[in-house]
Each structure stands twice: as C-alpha cells, then as structure tokens.
C-alpha cells in the first residue's frame, strides 16, 4: 500500500470515528462542558453515582476510542463498563483484553486518584480509558 493510500485510509477511518462519536454524542441528553454524560452528582473525593465519557488514543494503526461508564459511591468506584471502538482486528483484540481485566483494577479503588496502566497486556487503551477518567472526574467535581 502506498504512502498516500495509506493516509486516505486513516483518513477515513478517522472519519468513521468521528460519526459513530457524533452519533453517540447526539444520543446523550444531558451533556456536561466536559464531555462526560452525569447521571448522579457529587464532588471530589464524596463524588457518587453513574458517569460516561469517551476517551480517545493513538495507535499504530490509527484512532481509537473507548467509551467508559463508571459508578462511585462516596468517592469509590463500584462498577466499571467499557466499550471500544475496535475500528481494527488488532485494537479489537487489545480492547477486548483491556476489558476483560479492568474491573480488577479499579473497582473498590477510590475515583480522585485513580489512574490506569497496562491492562491485561494493553498499554495504549489504558490512554483512552485515563482520558475519559479525567472527563469523569471534572465532572464529578
């Protein structure tokens, strides 16, 4: 493949990416300023209820997102849920894999310092889900 051919098809993949991340934006029907979807409030380390943001990360191969819904009760997390973009083969693969240990990882932690590194051998999705992480947190205040 060619270098230019090359860039189209990022290009396009971008371009997915962001209509199926409009798409997803245009479902939610309270946003925040920062990007993460409240359904309960709170502040800081007291913050409670269910949040959701998309966190977006390089790869290889391109673009990628994961979209994270997370649940805090007085300032600690008690459920996690992550969804990937998977616009490839191979990040499908890694996301899964993040996804399969990231519970572990954060449930019963406590939501104002939390911070993820590699995940069950991915390194990289964990930028997407700290990105979203920090959405989360501003909105929670």
């Known amino acids: 493949m060619t270098i230019r051919a090359q860039h189209a098809a990022r290009a396009a993949s971008a371009a997915a990416l962001a209509a199926v991340a409009m798409g997803s934006l245009a479902s939610c029907t309270s946003p925040s300023a920062s990007g993460a979807t409240p359904v309960a409030t709170g502040a800081g380390a007291d913050a409670s209820g269910t949040r959701t943001a998309t966190g977006g990360y390089q790869t290889p191969g391109g673009p990628e997102s994961v979209r ?9 997390v008690t ?5 990937g973009s998977g616009g490839s083969p191979n990040a499908q693969q890694y ?4 996804i399969s240990g990231i519970g572990a990882q954060v449930v019963g932690k406590p939501l104002a310092s939390l ?4 995940v069950s051998g991915s390194s990289l999705t964990a930028n997407g889900f700290n990105a979203a992480l920090e ?3 501003a909105d929670a205040g």
């Open 68 to 76: 994270v819904t997370l649940t805090a009760k007085a300032g600690t």
């Open 79 to 83: 459920a996690v849920r992550v969804v």
């Open 95 to 98: 996301q899964a894999a993040f």
């Open 115 to 118: 911070e993820v590194g590699a």
């Open 135 to 137: 959405k989360i947190r």
